[in-house]
């Protein structure tokens, strides 16, 4: 009885280990995410709003004007927001390539576990 109630605590001791490691891990890897783009800092959002005003800016200026500045305006703009887009891309691949690679290391982890608790359960 006394090493059923021995093994009982030793169980709650390794969950409550394991909580506190998946819960630093989660950490981790969200201010992985973070630093990969997942997240806007100030400075993305500082460059989105000057961003957006030199487009408007743009399309203001070819309005009011005629000629070849008016085709060289709207071909900025359609040409900022192009790479913009280009970058967007990009930024969303590499967090899409990380979030892979955590979800593969889950499944490595998890099959890992699951072969443990076989061997368990054969002896």
């Known amino acids: 009885m006394i ?5 009982s605590e030793q169980e709650i001791y390794d969950l409550k280990k394991e909580i506190e490691q998946f819960k ?15 997240i ?13 005003i030199f487009v408007l800016a743009c399309l203001l200026i070819s309005l009011r004007s ?7 305006m709207i071909e900025l703009a359609v040409a900022a927001i192009s ?10 691949s590499r967090v899409d390539h990380f979030q892979l690679w955590i979800l593969t290391s889950m499944e490595w982890r998890l099959n890992e576990t ?10």
């Open 66 to 72: 005629g000629g070849v500045l008016q085709l060289a």
């Open 3 to 7: 090493d059923n109630y021995r093994n």
């Open 83 to 92: 790479v913009k887009l280009m970058y967007l891309m990009h930024c969303q």
């Open 40 to 52: 806007p800092t100030f400075n993305t959002k500082m460059f989105n709003v000057v961003f957006a």
């Open 114 to 123: 699951i072969k443990l608790l076989k061997e368990k359960e054969g002896k």
């Open 24 to 38: 630093e891990d989660r950490d981790r890897v969200r201010a992985i995410v973070g630093q990969l783009g997942g």
